[in-house]
């Protein structure tokens, strides 16, 4: 009886592009395709604590779902407490009252026939006749993909680990009947971010998502969209920060938080962070955590309003820092708003090739322009390196026209097989000569400061007009700042501590300092500064003073000595 459930479930139609893509990732895709990572026992009685699937509940009238189930890491526990809830009920028999009591979904082909069989066997290791665990399984197991398969919904409870994937990994095909069925997967969003909008759609009125997963999405861009769908109508609980504690079987570079959202009025926020991974210590958590009031035992739990607003970022720290920054949010615009403009880098697709020391490019010299990248910049101070970029563009942004560059065109030629097989050269076959980023020229000669991607601390580098950016770089202009003196308040406490609050956080303690943060700084106008601040903070930053730009910053500010005392917490945000 298996085999033939297992020969009609498992096939998958293969007549349109969409299915023969899912059929070849429940197929031929390993562990690092589906995303597949595997959870400890503590954190899923955790997470089933959390959600209120306990054993002293009537679990057999609750609908439990598991989008993405793998070997049964969370589907197994939950299983075993809905057996011992119903031995303890006494009432029915057991396909008649557990058959709709669970659905889990998983699409790689041998991953569910193992855990399909596991569940068979414990069904009948609680004395339930082995057609009967047939049958209930069959029910509650469904071999497919969660974001395309239908759903019996809406289901009380929400659990699991959805699986960490980028969408490049996905086939075009997939990814686009995805986007059309989900409005949160945005920019470079990874497949957790459906995985949660679909979870949340599913939930019943008073429902309760668990899901540990990479916490990226509370503040980077991509997740803005999904932000947005929970403040339309759900409740962040419960979150916990999971970074650095050994949450999964294998070491995984992944920054895991457990999650509760229900579906509910909005409400207050509970937060504990990086607890014990103990059932000794995450047991009395989960139980302060749900409790209507947290008890006065209770230590390292805080409770935060107002977390969810819009497609903000969630920031979840309460203390004299937050303070600093939501009043210099009330009253200062944002950076681009004061006359600033940030930018990043050119990112060609293909560096071996535009990229070489400047003077053995073999091209037309108004074809190449001198190349800042992170190692030059690496000393705080620009030492060029003598790298260049190739510049296929015009002044106006059309690309140039080969036949006017003799040395351009036999030089891209002589690359063309790779250069073609580049995905914008592919979308645009006419123009498989181009970087995937336009080169606007006029940039180079800009003075600009000059900010590394990932770094533990600010490095805000002046650079005075002779260099184009490099993609790994950020750059910021300036119409009306003088440039040294907006280097020395980036340099600064107060620069540190807007990136630190809004920037997903690195393995390590770097911070990213990306342009979606760095736009998030506020600043006053450059007419509204006096002058002898603006004397003092030109010359911290040309001297390098840390000290001095944080002294020049603070009066730039106006900090009170608390805030000013608050400031060298910032580098405890998260």
Known sequence: MLDDFLQHQLSLPTLCPVAAAVDTLAHTSGIEERGAVFTRCEIVEFILDLVGYSTDQPLHQKRLLEPSFGNGDFLLPAIGRLLS???????????????????????????????????????????????????????????????????????????????????????????????????????????????????????????????????????????????????????????????????????????????????????????????????????????????????RAATGIRELSNVVVGSDPWLLDVSEQMNLLRRLESTLPLLEEAGCRVGIGVATGADRIYIGKFDALDVEDNRKLPLAMTRDIASGKVRWRSYGVINPFCNDGGLVNLDDYPRLKRYLNGHKTELMARHVAQKSPGNWYRTIDRITPSLTSKPKLLIPDIKGEAQIVYEDGRLYPHHNL?????????????????????????????????????????????????????????????????????????????????????????????????????
């Open 85 to 295: 809830a119903w031995k303890r009920s006494h009432k029915g028999q057991p396909l008649e009252i557990l058959a709709d009591a669970i659905r889990a979904v998983e699409l790689h082909r041998d991953t569910f026939v193992q855990t399909y069989t596991t569940v068979i066997a414990r069904l009948i290791e609680e004395g339930i006749p082995s057609h009967t665990a047939i049958k209930i399984a069959d029910r509650w197991l469904i071999h497919g993909d969660f974001l395309l398969v239908a759903l019996p919904t809406p289901f009380d409870m929400v659990i699991g680990n959805p699986p960490y994937v980028r969408t490049e990994l996905i086939s075009d095909v997939l990814m686009a009947e995805y986007r059309s069925r989900y409005t949160t997967i945005y920019d470079r969003a990874d497949l957790y971010i459906p995985f949660i909008e679909r979870s949340l759609r599913s939930l019943a009125s008073g429902g309760a998502l668990g899901f540990i997963c990479a916490d990226r999405w509370i503040k980077n861009r991509y997740g803005g969209p999904l932000r947005a769908f929970v403040a339309s109508g759900f409740r962040l609980k419960v979150h916990v920060d999971m970074t650095d504690t050994p949450v999964f079987h294998s070491a995984v570079t992944a920054y895991p938080a457990v999650t509760i959202i229900t579906r509910e009025q909005p409400g207050p926020t509970r937060i504990a962070h990086r607890p014990t991974i103990d059932s000794a210590v995450l047991r009395p958590l989960a139980a302060a955590l749900t409790a209507k009031c947290i008890p």
């Open 474 to 574: 950020y750059y910021i202009t300036a119409e009306e700042w003088d440039l040294h003196a907006l280097q020395a308040v980036l340099l600064s406490g107060i620069a540190r501590l807007f990136v630190a609050t809004y920037s997903t956080r690195m393995r390590g303690g770097y911070l990213r300092f990306q342009a979606q943060y760095l736009r998030r700084i506020r600043m006053p106008h450059w007419k509204n500064v006096p002058a002898d601040l603006r004397r003092a903070l030109k010359i911290a930053a040309e001297h390098h003073d840390l000290a001095a730009c944080n002294a020049a910053a603070f009066a730039l500010y106006g900090l009170t000595p608390v805030e000013q005392a608050a400031i060298s917490g910032s580098g405890d945000q998260g």
